[in-house]
């Protein structure tokens, strides 16, 4: 509970006021462009979207919650032992290698206190950043949920950065891809997956190409 309590304490401080959630560049209107085993995000789509960095290279995705704070998963950086000044975020693009991303670097990580290794339950972590971002389009907040979970059979989309053909090292993209997902059933996905805690959610795939898990430790965000 006590990373929740920060999270909701972030969206109460006096004077803090912003709306989350908005894609203005993207919402102009954007076509889908398929690729293999997903589809390239259009710019703006996903304006919350970071890439954690460690020594210049990705290795696991994030979302700006507020301008100060990214969260992101657990066991992306407790696995490394990474310190914050390890790390950097970079946001403001869907292509890795472009050469006007914004870089922040952080200065503190706040992990939950009841993670665990083993089940991989409550795997969530916060970054705070060195510096504020300013949201222009390109980069914006993610809301946080105001119920526990997301409605059943409820449509959602995993965004990140990673290969997009498990059986080919090279295709590694530096572009942010997305694959559209569903929300499951607890009760059967529990029958499937024993190690499923209620903290977790299970979703499937309309495609059974897509996954999710190719290089990239990320998953998020609907």
Known sequence: MLLLSILLLMFQVKGVHFECGKRPI???????????GGMEAEVGEFPWQVSIQARNEHFCGGS?????????????????????????????????SSSSLEIKGVTSIVLHKEFRRLSMDNDIALLLLDSPIRFNGLTEPICIPGKPSPSLWHKCWVAGWGQTNSDDKSSVKTDLMKVPMIIMDWEKCSEAFPKLTKNMLCAGYQNKSFDACQKEKKKVHG
């Not at 993207?26 to 293999?36: D, N, P, R, T, V």
């Open 64 to 96: 700006i919650i507020n301008k100060w704070w990214i969260v992101t998963a657990a066991h992306c950086l407790i696995f490394e032992e990474l310190l914050p000044t390890d790390l950097s975020v970079v946001l403001g693009s869907n292509d890795l």
């Open 26 to 36: 993207f919402e102009e209107g954007a076509q889908y462009s398929k690729i293999i």
